[in-house]
């Protein structure tokens, strides 16, 4: 894990759109590319940034840098609520196996192998997103009843477990907890909410210490041969997450935020239909993207 001027040095002024590695590359995501090393994988984060699930021509300088550097933050910070897939001795192992290509080290993570859940476990705190959209329309968060008259943005009575499918494709589809029960079996969903709850509420916390607001955010989990549970992919990212600005915050209306919003937010001023490949965008909105994560990583490695 690099320090905050280390990160801020080592930001690239052209994206990586591709690494290339001489590993044998088993899955290629939207932004990380996974190299099988045996009994260990070997994850790297591109700049390629998406938006409505299509992976946008360019990318962000930095932004895999920036995710993971966060993510590892992350990990270290949470390791006393549950384990997660990162190696014994995680920087001398990741440097060894990058030994001809340090240039990739800060934005990758050599990580147990494990069998991902097929469950996104998300928490929300706050009404925002595809949570207001669904309060808009049924009065509910999914299974969950709430008080009428909520405003957009508006914090909810509790932070709420709303797990979806971790679709292949497509769309992940929001699920209730007799769905995700038979997903994942009812043992392990206990164990995923109760821990999902558990990093959400430590993650509002320690945003909070940093003059930000976690409104919501997604946690994956993976399972080893024996059973053992583990926090895995990237965690309370600009990604996965939705940070706000405490400051100037005030429920009724949509939030400044530290993610790709902003992205989303341009693109839908433009004549669009979200199908591939998508638009380039104007090099003042990948500059102020990268800002945008950039600051969230200040706020709170700061």
Do not use: C
Not at 239 to 252: H, L
């Amino acid at each position: 894990m690099l320090s905050l001027e280390q990160i801020r040095s080592l930001l690239p002024d052209e994206p990586l759109r591709t690494p290339e590695l001489p590993f044998e590359k088993v899955a290629s995501g939207k932004v990380r590319e996974i190299y099988d090393l045996g009994p260990r994988l070997l994850i790297v984060a591109s700049d390629r940034l998406s938006a409505f699930d299509v992976i946008l021509p360019g990318g962000v300088p930095g932004k895999g840098i920036l995710l993971t550097q966060l993510s590892l933050w992350w990990f270290a910070q949470t390791g006393s609520i549950m384990q997660n897939h990162l190696v014994d001795h995680h920087d001398e192992a990741l440097a060894e196996v990058l030994t001809n290509h340090p240039e990739y080290i800060p934005r990758s993570m050599l990580v147990r192998k494990l069998e991902p859940l097929k469950l996104e476990a998300v928490v929300r705190g706050y009404l925002a997103g595809a949570g207001w959209k669904e309060y808009k329309n049924t009065g509910k968060l999914w299974q969950h009843e709430l008080p009428t008259g909520m405003q957009e943005s508006e914090a909810l009575p509790e932070p709420l477990f709303t797990p979806t499918t971790k679709a292949e494709a497509g769309h992940d589809l929001p699920v209730d907890d007799e769905e995700a029960k038979k997903i994942v079996g009812a043992e392990r969903f206990e164990a995923v909410k109760k821990t999902a709850l558990s990093l959400y509420d430590f993650g509002t916390r320690k945003a909070a210490e940093a003059g930000l607001i976690l409104a919501d955010t997604k946690f994956e989990f993976g399972g080893s041969a024996d059973g053992e549970l583990f926090l895995i992919d990237e965690v309370l990212t600009p990604d996965s997450s939705r940070y706000w600005p405490r400051e100037g915050y005030a429920p009724g209306k949509t939030q400044p935020a530290f993610d790709k919003q902003y992205v989303r937010d341009y693109l839908e001023t433009l004549d669009w239909d979200k199908t591939y490949p998508g638009p380039d965008l104007p090099g003042k909105v990948v500059y102020n993207t990268r800002q945008k994560y950039l600051e969230a990583l200040e706020h709170l490695m700061g």
